[in-house]
């Protein structure tokens, strides 16, 4: 079956410093969604890409679709507090399959 | 209305008891969602209904698990004959019916924690 897996697992970074989480999936993509999750709370919709090579930005997010639509990229630029929490992409499969498989998240942890 | 809302938050119960749980999902959504969710997890699929209708349903899914949407509104989720592996948070979420639309993404409730003791 599709699997999606994301790295790094856990990223340390100071405040104000860039973060970057990437995210692969073993089949091609029909579009990719990312969430945030903060400790304690649900998965928080952020965005979706369905464009092969789709670049997307909301304020310091920067979010990116590779050109095979097996991969994507969210980056952060100059991190706040506030960004705390895991970071999960998502994809649906090219078979009309509608549940949304889930990567593994990356959790940013962010030093004051 | 004011999201997907999820009953009970929090559910203890012993090995080899059922339990059910309810999902009120956005009115305007008909595609609901059920997941599970254990610690440092990503949400794991369980089962998806567009309306009343049980469209998908994953291969991992125990027979011992069993969803309805009787009438395309609420949702249930029951575990019969609970073991401890089933411990985990389950949430529910539901969608706008077009998933082509750009900001089309799942509203998540809160989730229903269950601890099998």
């Known amino acids: 079956g599709q699997q999606v897996m994301q790295i790094p697992q856990y990223q340390h970074v100071q405040e104000g410093e860039d973060f970057t989480t990437y995210c692969n999936s073993s089949?091609?993509?029909?579009?990719i969604q990312w969430y945030k999750q903060r400790p304690g709370g649900h998965p928080v919709f952020l965005i979706q890409?369905?464009?092969?090579?789709e670049v997307k930005k909301q304020k310091r997010l920067t979010f990116q679709f590779g050109e095979a639509k097996k991969n994507s990229s969210l980056h952060i630029t100059a991190t706040q507090t506030t960004d705390v929490g895991t970071y999960f992409c998502?994809?649906?499969?090219?078979?009309?399959?509608?549940?949304?498989?889930f990567g593994k998240g990356t959790h940013l942890i962010i030093q004051p | 209305d004011t999201g997907v809302s999820q009953n009970p938050r929090h559910k203890i119960t012993k090995r080899g008891q059922n339990v059910t749980f309810r999902c009120d999902p956005i009115?305007?959504?008909?595609?609901l969602y059920w997941y599970r969710q254990t610690l440092g997890q990503g949400p794991e699929f369980l089962t998806y209904?567009?309306?009343?209708?049980?469209?998908?349903k994953s291969r991992l899914l125990s027979d011992r698990f069993s969803a309805e949407r009787p009438k395309g509104s609420f949702s249930t989720l029951e575990i019969q004959r609970t073991e401890q592996g089933d411990s985990a948070m389950y949430l529910c979420?539901?969608?706008?019916?077009?998933?082509?639309?750009?900001?089309?993404?799942?509203?998540f409730g809160s989730g229903t924690r269950l601890t099998v003791v």
């Open positions: 979420a539901s969608s706008l019916p077009r998933p082509r639309q750009p900001n089309y993404g799942y509203t």
């Open positions: 890409l369905v464009k092969s090579g």
């Open positions: 998502a994809g649906h499969g090219g078979g009309g399959a509608d549940g949304l498989t």
């Open positions: 209904f567009q309306n009343e209708a049980q469209l998908e």
């Open positions: 089949t091609t993509l029909s579009n």
């Open positions: 009115s305007e959504h008909n595609r």
